[in-house]
C-alpha cells in the first residue's frame, strides 16, 4: 500500500534551520509530483510547495517561497523540504503529499512536528 | 490568489441527517476542486476529486458537485464516523489553496 513517512520535525530556534525529509513506499515515486502542505496547531491547511515528477519545475506560496525550497533524489526516493530562517509563526505539522495527478492530494503521511522556539 | 470561503463554519447534525457544506470560489476554478476529511490527530484524506470524482474507496453517502466559483459537499445520510472537519481546496490556479474548514459535530 502507499506510505509515505516524514522525517526531520522537531524543535528549532528562530532564524535556524531544518530540512524535512518523506520518504514514500508502495508506488513509483519518480512518476508522481509531491507537496509539502502545513498546519499550525488548532488551524486549517496551508499548501507550501509543489514540484515536478523529475524535479524540472517547483511552486511555492507567496508566503515562504524565499524561505523553504522542495526538492527531490528520485534514485534515493526522497523528497526533501529546506526551511531556513525559521520564525514563531512557521511552528506547525508539515505533511508531505502525493499529486494523484489531478492536483488533488490522493496521499498523506502522517507529518511531522517542526515547533519554533528559543 | 483564490481565496475559498467555506460555510457554514460549524454544522450541527444528528446521525442519519443530510449534510450540505459549501466552498465559494472567489473567482472561477473550473472543476478543479477537492474535498478533504480530517480527524482529531489524523492526517486529512481525500474524498472527492474535480469536483465531483470520489476518491478510491469513498463510500457513495458522499456526493460533490458545482462548478466555476460554488461548490458543495453533501453526506446523504451522515454516520458517526463523519464527524470530522472538512476542507475544500483548488488546483485551478497557483498558488493552491484550501479552505478554512467546516466542522462536522454531533448535535
Known amino acids: 500500500q502507499v506510505l509515505l513517512v516524514e522525517s526531520g520535525g522537531g524543535v528549532a530556534q528562530p532564524g535556524g534551520s531544518l530540512r524535512l525529509s518523506c520518504v514514500p513506499s508502495?508506488?513509483?515515486?519518480?512518476?508522481?509530483?509531491m507537496h509539502w502542505v502545513r498546519q499550525a496547531p488548532g488551524k486549517g491547511l496551508e499548501w507550501l510547495a509543489f514540484?515536478?515528477?523529475?524535479?524540472?519545475?517547483?511552486f511555492y506560496a507567496d508566503s515562504v517561497k524565499d524561505r523553504l525550497n522542495i526538492s527531490r533524489d528520485n534514485s534515493k526516493n526522497t523528497l526533501y523540504l529546506q526551511m531556513n530562517w525559521l520564525q514563531s509563526e512557521d511552528t506547525a505539522v508539515y505533511y508531505c503529499?502525493?499529486?494523484?495527478?489531478?492536483?488533488?492530494?490522493?496521499?498523506w503521511g502522517q507529518g511531522t512536528l517542526v515547533t519554533v522556539s528559543s | 490568489e483564490i481565496v475559498l470561503t467555506q460555510s457554514p463554519a460549524t454544522l450541527s447534525l444528528s446521525p442519519g441527517e443530510r449534510a450540505s457544506l459549501s466552498c465559494r470560489a472567489s473567482?472561477?476554478?473550473?472543476?478543479?476542486l477537492a474535498w478533504y476529511q480530517q480527524k482529531p490527530g489524523q492526517a486529512p484524506r481525500l474524498l472527492i476529486f474535480?469536483?465531483?470524482k470520489r476518491a478510491t474507496g469513498i463510500p457513495a453517502r458522499f456526493s460533490g458537485s458545482g462548478s466555476r466559483t460554488d461548490f458543495a459537499l453533501t453526506i446523504s445520510s451522515v454516520e458517526p464516523e463523519d464527524f470530522a472537519v472538512y476542507y475544500c481546496?483548488?488546483?485551478?490556479?497557483?498558488?493552491?489553496?484550501f479552505g478554512q474548514g467546516t466542522r462536522l459535530e454531533i448535535k
Open positions: 503529499a502525493r499529486d494523484g495527478g489531478t492536483g488533488a492530494f490522493d496521499f
Open positions: 508502495g508506488f513509483s515515486f519518480r512518476n508522481y509530483g
Open positions: 514540484i515536478r515528477f523529475d524535479g524540472s519545475k517547483e
Open positions: 473567482q472561477p476554478v473550473s472543476g478543479y
Open positions: 474535480d469536483a465531483s
Open positions: 481546496q483548488q488546483r485551478a490556479l497557483w498558488p493552491i489553496t
